[in-house]
Nanobody, 116 residues
Framework: QVHLAESGGGLVQPGGSLRLSCVTT????????ARWYRQAPGKERELVAH????????DYADAVKGRFTISRDLSKATMYLQMNNLKPEDTATYYC?????????WGRGTQVTVSS
């Protein structure tokens, strides 16, 4: 059974950093595009960062460019989201996604709260 599990969320002060991890199980992770999404209360889920399966291209939401970095470790079948200079508006539940059409798998989310 495919399983994605996020970790690394928590409470952080503005300007702080967190690194989210997403361990994937039972997929050939190297063939999948990796994405991080987030959803704040009362808002729609939005794409935050994307890394292609070849690992050669990334793209980011404008709101996080220059502050967030998506990466992966194929040996650990894990994707990461390094988040620096966090702002209160980054507060949300963050979800990882691994996609190889027509397949798309999601984690259950990890909460990130940015507050003083």
């Amino acid at each position: 059974q495919v399983h994605l599990a996020e970790s690394g969320g928590g409470l952080v002060q503005p300007g702080g950093s967190l690194r989210l991890s997403c361990v994937t199980t039972n997929i050939l992770f190297s063939q999948y595009d990796a994405r991080w999404y987030r959803q704040a209360p009362g808002k729609e889920r939005e794409l935050v960062a994307h890394l292609t399966s070849f690992g050669d291209m990334t793209d980011y939401a404008d709101a996080v460019k220059g502050r967030f970095t998506i990466s992966r470790d194929l040996s650990k079948a894990t994707m990461y989201l390094q988040m620096n200079n966090l702002k209160p508006e980054d507060t949300a539940t963050y979800y990882c996604n691994a996609a190889l059409p027509p397949y798309s798998y999601w984690g259950r989310g990890t909460q990130v709260t940015v507050s003083s």
